[in-house]
């Protein structure tokens, strides 16, 4: 990444999730998975692992079974988008912390189903805000990403929208959970990223696809974000939006480069690069902040907060159905591009 990686002290994190019942939906996702890993050396009560994807969620309590303090983690298949189960869930395990990963993410499947991105992304996070909220939790984190910012897709609106469902509840007058939202580009190795991608088209010889050559994207590594996930939800007061210093953005055609010359080959002789234009939605350039918004500094050099405008979810909703009536997605977006 041409960077040097992001240290946080666990030391500082361990009062935050010691002794507490955590809840971490989304659970066996790349980010899910690995702030389940770093969750459990922090000594919780209990962690629940809950996602609605049968096979993934059996793999990984079957890794989670190697560990000595697997009695400690409970493993649940529930959508956040079904309200009478997730209430299911708070009732019989009363989470004191909750980490909001789960999300469609992919651009272009969201882009064709449209309808899914806004159930999962917006109404998932509703249901599960609300529950956190009623349940008096003492902290919510949810997971957001730079395509929420000046929106050119349905996956960034939906998650604008999200983060402005998590800004509401912790503006309420009787609110007694820190609602905290986190910010972040893409992450490396993540599921649906470039790398694992590059990497199965090296192995069948190539050509190594992009869809332009100077796409460029904020890259961090998963440990890396899930430590600044958890730092977010330790050191938030309540409705702060963090974005993280990612460094430069890296050109996702030097990453195919780099990757060719690490395998032992040579970029245009042994594998070739090729570009396929760009995907419907999808940006040259990502960015961490709107154009309205601004930051100020915290404790940590590489963490910020954004000062970003807040909607009710009754006006969020309000967009939805119209857009629902009319057809017309694309109105989802201008709405969220200048917010």
């Given at each position: ?192 990223s470039v790398i694992p991608l590059f990497k199965k088209q090296l ?116 967009l939805i159905h119209r857009v629902q009536a009319s057809g017309d997605?694309?109105?989802?977006i201008t709405e969220y591009a200048p917010v």
């Open positions: 990444l041409g960077r040097d990686p992001i240290i946080l002290s666990y030391e500082t994190l361990n009062g935050f999730i010691q002794g507490k019942t955590v809840l971490v939906t989304g659970a066996a996702g790349s980010i899910g998975s690995e702030l389940v890993r770093q969750i459990m050396r922090q000594e919780p009560k209990l962690l629940i692992a809950l996602d609605q994807a049968e096979t993934p969620t059996y793999q990984l309590d079957l890794e989670l079974q190697t560990y000595s303090n697997y009695p400690n983690v409970k493993t649940v298949i529930a959508s956040v988008t079904d309200e009478s189960r997730m209430a299911s869930v708070f009732k019989t395990f009363s989470p004191n912390v909750i980490f909001h990963a789960a999300a469609y993410k992919h651009v272009p499947l969201m882009e064709d189903n449209p309808e899914e991105a806004s159930k999962t992304n917006i109404l998932g996070t509703y249901t599960t805000a609300k529950l956190a909220s009623e349940y008096k939790a003492e902290c919510f984190v949810m997971v957001s990403t730079d395509k929420a910012v000046n929106p050119t897709n349905i996956m960034g609106a939906s998650k604008r929208a999200a983060e402005h469902v998590v800004s509401y509840f912790n503006n309420q007058d009787t609110n007694q959970t820190r609602f905290v939202t986190t910010r972040f580009g893409n992450v490396l190795g993540s599921n649906g192995e069948a010889g190539g050509p190594i696809t992009l869809t332009h050559k100077d796409i460029t994207r904020y890259f961090m590594t998963i440990p890396e974000a899930v430590r600044l996930v958890l730092e977010a939800g330790h050191m938030g007061n309540g409705g702060e939006l963090y974005v993280f210093d990612m460094g430069q953005p890296v050109k996702i055609y030097d990453l195919a480069v780099n990757l060719i010359k690490l395998s032992g080959l040579i970029p245009g002789k042994d594998i070739q690069i090729v570009e396929t234009g760009l995907r419907p939605g999808e940006k040259l350039y990502e960015e961490l902040l709107a154009d309205a918004e601004t930051v100020k500094p915290t404790h940590h050099q590489q963490i910020f907060i954004a000062a970003a405008k807040s909607l009710a979810p009754n006006e969020v909703f309000q997605w694309t109105e989802l």
